[in-house]
């Protein structure tokens, strides 16, 4: 069975750090790119971070440049998303995703972040 399963979310502060984690299994996670999402109460879902299937090369949106970083164990079939820095707009539902074959795709249930004082 193809799956993601993130961790990590949770309540912090502003400025504050917090390690997300995705879980893969039911497919080579190693071949495959992998890319964070987050959906903001009544917003739009939209792309965070993503990295290549070897790690070497990670894109960010704008507004996560310089705060997060993406990064990938493939033989912990595991992908990370550290966050520091953060705002009470980075509050979201924070998802995993990975395109894992021609029209295959899978996301993860989702990890809630809180950002409040």
């Known amino acids: 069975q193809v799956q993601l399963v993130e961790s990590g979310g949770g309540l912090v502060q502003p400025g504050g750090s917090l390690r997300l984690s995705c879980a893969a299994s039911?497919?080579?996670?190693?071949?495959?790119?992998m890319s964070w999402y987050r959906q903001a109460p009544g917003k739009e879902r939209e792309l965070v971070a993503a990295?290549?299937?070897?790690?070497?090369?990670?894109n960010y949106a704008d507004s996560m440049k310089g705060r997060f970083t993406i990064s990938r164990d493939n033989a912990k079939n595991t992908v990370y998303l550290q966050m520091n820095s953060l705002k009470p707009e980075d509050t979201a539902v924070y998802f995993c995703?990975?395109?894992?074959?021609?029209?295959?795709?899978?996301w993860g249930q989702g990890t809630l972040v809180t950002v409040s004082s």
């Open positions: 995703h990975c395109w894992y074959g021609p029209r295959l795709e899978v």
């Open positions: 990295i290549t299937s070897t790690g070497g090369t990670t």
């Open positions: 039911g497919f080579t996670f190693s071949r495959y790119a």
